[in-house]
């Protein structure tokens, strides 16, 4: 059972480049999330998503962007990459009444 | 003023010592109420999750939850080092409600528990 799955586990970009973080998840969970992590700062709401076509902002959206075309993948798009966006992203899913499952995350430098 | 606050250590304790972590909110909303640990470069795993005031046990691990006071509350008894991480409590309006049980986390609290 993979649970959530996140790829690339590391990635250094420079200042303007786009890159796809990718989330998928095998439990066949409606509810998908995207949080970053900051050092000191817990895990901030990027995008959300609560079924396949239906995505919504979080806290903290501005220079990212997302899709759901399917139940199980939920990827995020960086489409310039600036060095506030330095962080270690976390993708996770969940069902209507279950706890929220996490991936291992994904460690982005902006340089 | 944050929605969840959370003291981020760091806190380092002696094996063996009860460790008491806690988080305060200002969203009177929130319902449930979560604690997640966090190992190095690793993603939160659920460690406790409660819904209503009181205390909830699972072996060493203690879960209070007190709403009047919006004030929450993990206990770790018999502290190990293998409980060195980071932990974070979260907290959300709905399961999945009109929410989509989307977390709101504390800063997270850094343990060390050594030998």
């Known amino acids: 059972n993979a649970g959530v799955t996140q790829t690339p586990k590391f990635r250094i970009l420079k200042i303007g480049q786009s890159m796809t973080l990718q989330c998928t998840q095998d439990?066949?969970?409606?509810?998908m999330y995207w949080y970053r992590q900051d050092p000191g700062m817990g895990l901030k709401l990027i995008y959300y998503?609560?079924?396949?076509?239906?995505?919504d902002k979080g806290e903290v959206p501005n220079g990212y962007n997302v899709s759901r075309s399917t139940t199980e993948d939920f990827p995020l798009r960086l489409e310039l990459a600036a060095p506030s966006q330095t962080s270690v992203y976390f993708c996770?899913?969940?069902?209507?009444?279950?706890?929220?499952?996490f991936g291992q995350g994904t460690r982005l430098t902006v340089v | 003023q944050k929605e969840v606050e959370q003291d981020p250590g760091p806190l380092s304790v002696p094996e063996g010592a009860i460790v008491s972590l806690n988080c305060t909110y200002s969203?009177?909303?929130?319902?449930?109420f979560m604690w997640y640990r966090q190992y190095s470069r690793k993603g939160p795993e659920l460690l406790m999750y409660?819904?209503?005031?009181g205390n909830k046990e699972d072996g060493r691990f203690t879960a209070q939850v007190d709403k009047s006071s919006k004030y929450i509350s993990l206990f770790i008894r018999d502290s190990q080092p293998s409980d060195s991480a980071t932990y974070l409590c979260?907290?959300?309006?709905?399961?999945?409600?009109?929410?989509?049980?989307?977390?709101?986390f504390g800063q997270g609290t850094i343990l060390t528990v050594h030998p």
């Open positions: 439990m066949n969970h409606n509810y």
């Open positions: 998503s609560v079924g396949a076509g239906i995505t």
């Open positions: 996770a899913s969940r069902a209507a009444n279950t706890e929220a499952f």
């Open positions: 409660t819904y209503s005031s």
């Open positions: 979260a907290m959300s309006v709905d399961a999945g409600g009109t929410s989509y049980g989307k977390l709101t």
């Open positions: 969203n009177s909303a929130f319902q449930y």
